[in-house]
């Protein structure tokens, strides 16, 4: 189902015209609001925000150096994982992209798709695209006995200096085991063995809570990854939006997104760290496993359920 969602301009933003639809939609947003209405947007209760995120690791000169960066939790935590793929005798390996591969990985992918509420295999529409690019891809797999319980699909950017990850998927199994800690940690590996400065994990559309899930963005943000607005990356990449999420009726709770932190000029304020906003109904949301990299701060909104 889609988001119950209605678009209005600044005007009814700034009025109070958006009254109008709070009883029937979870979101208001004001699309493509101009730079000089962001502070009054905000004061109205409006978020201004990048349409876009992009997650993005420096890779460093070492794992030993990658892991002195994490929290002490999360690097028991990706320890673990590591820990018991090999007590799961799984076979960790990086290969180029192959169509049977490709096509054993869909598999896969499409299996794990089909669990969520509102997938979408994005990577089975272009599987075109992807077999035109082969050559500037580099998976890491992982096999039980020869049998892919996971993989993860990394395309090489030189120009960018940067490995990237483009899809990724895992048995239900290996999910409640971590692997998908296994599979990012290796391709940090990749990226230090190729001499790429970055890892980036891909874009995600910025409303985790719908499509895109609350728990996406602790994993992300708990191996080390930085929120960054797509734009800053691909310029003319995403669009500006202004969010106000009123309910919950398909959003889930929490619902997370990052907004622009306000600055003295806002127009400068797409380079500046982004801010983290949590939606609950909960007066006592426990906002630890939502922390996140380079963030401006965090602040939690108390929303009326549906």
Known sequence: MGLPMALVDVDQALS??????????????????PAESWTRLREAGFLPKPQVVAWRAEVLDSEERYLGTLPQKDRYDLRMAYRRAAEGDLQVDAEPLTVALLDEFLELYERQVAAMRHGWAVAVEQRGNILSEAESYCAVTVRSHGTL????????????????????????EQRQDSLGRVLYGET???????CRRWVSLGRDVNLYGH?????????????????????LLEPGSGSHQADRVVRFGELTDP?????YAPTAEEATAVAAPLHLNLFTPSE??????????????TTVHTVRPT
């Not at 940090?188 to 190729?194: F, G, I, K, M, P």
């Open 16 to 33: 109070g015209g958006w009254r109008a639809y709070e009883n029937k939609v979870d979101l208001i947003r004001v699309q493509d609001p």
């Open 149 to 172: 319980v996971g993989a993860c699909l990394n395309q090489d950017l030189p120009a960018k200096d940067e490995i990237r990850a483009r899809f990724s998927a895992v048995t239900a």
């Open 188 to 194: 940090l590996r990749v990226a230090r063995e190729r």
């Open 211 to 231: 499509v895109v899930k609350p728990g996406l963005f602790s994993f992300k943000s708990r191996l080390g990854f930085t929120a960054i607005p797509g734009q």
């Open 255 to 259: 619902t997370l997104l990052l907004s």
């Open 284 to 297: 006592n949301l426990d906002v630890r496993p939502y922390r996140g990299v380079g963030l401006a701060g």
